[in-house]
């Protein structure tokens, strides 16, 4: 069995929204912080033409799991390049452990997604999406 995970993406002609909510850990700093752009009541959540590129920019920078990217139409390559090689691993209090930069993520039925930027895992084992977090740590109030 393959898993595939969902990728979306919405442009204005300038830039393009990519969204991957396998990476989503419902912080809610995309619709508090542009809810002209992102708003889950509606469909498509993502209206592109919400706000000017630049602020849209500036607001997916905020996502803290990476489940928002974006590109522009020209450089569609090169938006990889600001991501390091390195990796660093955040512990987030009561909160995900963050993993930042290129990495390969082996999942139970043996198969490997690459991940970029940003990924959150759990730490609460709660998640209904492992071993990402989904957001459930804030739900039953772990603490750790």
């Not at 602020?55 to 390049?81: M, R």
């Not at 390091?84 to 909160?95: D, F, R, Y």
């Not at 959150?120 to 739900?139: L, V």
Request: proline share 6%; hydrophobic share 30%.
């Amino acid at each position: 069995m393959s898993y595939t995970p969902i990728h979306k993406e919405y442009t204005n002609g300038e830039v393009t929204i990519t969204w991957e909510p396998h990476k989503c850990i419902h912080s809610k700093k995309c619709v508090s912080g542009l809810p002209s752009v992102f708003d889950f009541e509606k469909r498509p959540w993502v209206n592109s033409e919400g706000a000017s590129t630049e602020t849209i920019v500036k607001q997916i920078d905020t996502c803290p799991s990476g489940a928002l990217g974006y590109y522009f139409a020209e450089h569609k390559e090169e938006n990889t390049a600001d991501i390091t090689s390195e990796q660093l691993v955040e512990v987030i209090p009561n909160g995900p452990l963050m993993v930042y930069g290129n990495i390969q993520v082996k999942l139970p039925d043996d198969h490997i997604i690459n991940q970029s930027k940003v990924s959150a895992f759990c730490r609460c084992g709660s998640s209904q999406n492992k071993p990402f977090c989904d957001g459930t740590h804030k739900k039953i109030n772990f603490q750790g």
